[in-house]
């Protein structure tokens, strides 16, 4: 595991507030799988300094960890998960990953 993925991995962890790191891998792999979902629907690509695209990855990741079940189920976290993609979308960034001021 890389240092940025350990961050990432820590962060992650005291986000959905858990200790210990039996679920590490599956986190990591939310994470990854958060991070894949929003480059194929706005481009945006990671890493990047955006706060923004940083709380989606968390909130996919929260919502993936906590919804597991094989049946589909909907939750206050789909409306504005799509939200946040969407604005991600249309935001202008510059090769760093940071947000263009126009």
Same mark, same amino acid.
């Given at each position: 595991m890389?240092?940025?993925e350990?961050?990432e ?5 005291k986000?959905?507030?858990i &200790?210990? &790191?039996a @679920?590490d &891998?599956?986190i990591l792999?939310?994470i990854?799988a958060a991070k894949e979902y ?9 890493p990047?300094?955006?706060a923004q695209a @940083?709380?989606?990855v968390?909130?996919f990741t929260?919502?993936?960890? @906590?919804?597991?079940?094989i049946?589909g ?5 789909d ?11 249309y935001?202008?960034?510059d &090769? +760093?990953? @940071?947000?263009?001021v +126009?």
């Amino acid at each position: 595991m890389t240092e940025a993925e350990q961050k990432e991995l820590e962060k992650a962890k005291k986000y959905l507030r858990i &200790d210990g &790191d039996a @679920e590490d &891998d599956l986190i990591l792999h939310f994470i990854a799988a958060a991070k894949e979902y929003i480059t194929n629907a706005t481009g945006l690509k990671f890493p990047n300094n955006l706060a923004q695209a @940083e709380l989606a990855v968390m909130s996919f990741t929260t919502h993936w960890y @906590e919804n597991r079940q094989i049946s589909g189920t909907t939750s206050n976290l789909d409306g504005v998960l799509t939200t946040m993609v969407n604005q991600l979308k249309y935001l202008v960034v510059d &090769d +760093e990953g @940071e947000k263009d001021v +126009e």
